[in-house]
């Protein structure tokens, strides 16, 4: 099976500009999440979707970070506009139930989207 | 909220040395705790994991025990190798909704074994 795909795999843009994350999910996997980690420090939760619907998304940082899972499949994480502090790799993990606690529901992670404002 | 706390790094050790990276956690209730690992290009991939206390993971090699008593799950391996080079994160669950969880990671820590 394919594992969780995300898009672009580097992004170097400049303060002010606008960029979008795309994660595609493991097929089926109704709960998807969104982690980034900025240099040196925690990776840290942003959000949880449930099929389309935001479960949680008391990690997003301010309201320029905006997320989407039109249709429940795949998710974007737009960021407008781009400040210097939002540099970090962000990453993308599906789930086929919910909670990471949970037995038999590990979350699977993508390769990450490293993301670079200048 | 519940956090983790594990060593700063980087760490380096030549290959068949004996690895030790702590974590220690802070959490209400009986999370579970996981470690993660990223090699250099990928994804983060579950390490290995244990769901409540005296509980032992193990994988490839790697094992961490849950203590509550210390309330640590540090990572060991007794002889590494070149190829364990990589990030390895302490993680445990956390409740965040009515029906949700999610991960809390600590910052990480860089192991490079040379040959």
């Known amino acids: 099976e394919a594992g969780v795909t995300q898009f672009p795999s580097h992004s170097v843009i400049e303060k002010g500009q606008t960029v979008t994350l795309r994660c595609d999910p493991i097929s089926g996997h109704d709960n998807l999440y969104w982690y980034r980690r900025v240099m040196g420090k925690e990776i840290k939760f942003l959000l949880h979707?449930?099929?389309?619907?935001?479960?949680?998304e008391s990690g997003m940082p301010n309201n320029r970070f905006l997320a989407e899972r039109t249709g429940g499949t795949y998710s974007t994480l737009k960021v407008q506009p781009a400040e210097l502090e939002d540099s970090g790799v962000y990453f993308c993990a599906s789930s086929h139930k919910e909670g990471p606690g949970q037995n038999n529901s590990p979350l699977h992670f993508g390769n990450g989207t490293r993301l670079t404002v200048t | 909220g519940n956090s983790v706390t594990q060593m700063e790094g980087p760490v380096t050790l030549s290959e068949e040395a004996f690895l030790t990276i702590n974590c220690t956690y802070t959490?209400?209730?009986?999370?579970?705790l996981f470690w993660y690992v990223q090699y250099p290009g990928e994804g983060l991939q579950l390490l290995l994991k244990?769901?409540?206390?005296?509980d032992k993971g193990s994988n490839k090699g790697f094992e961490a025990t849950y203590r509550k008593e210390t309330t640590s799950f540090h990572l060991e391996k007794g002889s590494v190798q070149v190829s364990d080079s990589a990030v390895y994160f302490c993680a445990l669950s956390d409740h965040i909704s009515n029906s949700g969880y999610a991960l809390n990671f600590g910052k990480g820590t860089s192991l490079l074994v040379t040959p």
């Open positions: 244990a769901t409540k206390a005296d």
């Open positions: 959490a209400t209730g009986y999370p579970s």
């Open positions: 979707f449930v099929k389309e619907s935001k479960q949680d």
